[in-house]
């Protein structure tokens, strides 16, 4: 069982930067993949970054590509979020998500366990 709570979400102009994190409890943090989705108003859930155990290896969803990074901190059961140029199109509630698979993967189903999710709302 993985419990994950994110902070960090807030209001802020276009082409700010804001991070988010993500804690996890329990002990077996270094053995998941994680990752960032994300929902807008009216619009499904859908893949943002995700991360593998050891953090050497990253993939992000086209639209965020170059502003956004993903990275963790398996010693503090962490990850992060760091966002950049932001874009009013940015503006949904980012949750964080935890797979016990071994590969990286983008799907929503995939995911095990899940955050509250927090609002970031971009304006322009």
């Known amino acids: 069982q993985v419990q994950l709570v994110e902070s960090g979400g807030g209001l802020v102009q276009a082409g700010a930067s804001l991070s988010l994190s993500c804690a996890a409890s329990?002990?077996?943090?270094?053995?998941?993949?994680m990752a960032w989705f994300r929902q807008a108003p009216g619009k499904e859930r859908e893949f943002v970054a995700a991360?593998?155990?050891?953090?050497?290896?990253?993939y992000y969803a086209d639209s965020v590509k170059g502003r956004f990074t993903i990275s963790r901190d398996n010693a503090k059961n962490t990850v992060y979020l760091q966002m950049n140029s932001l874009k009013p199109e940015d503006t949904a509630v980012y949750y964080c998500?935890?797979?016990?698979?071994?590969?990286?993967?983008?799907?929503?189903?995939?995911?095990?366990?899940w955050g509250q999710g927090t609002q970031v709302t971009v304006s322009s």
């Open positions: 998500a935890a797979d016990s698979g071994l590969q990286v993967v983008t799907t929503i189903r995939a995911y095990d366990y």
């Open positions: 329990g002990r077996t943090f270094s053995r998941y993949v």
């Open positions: 991360v593998n155990w050891s953090g050497g290896s990253t």
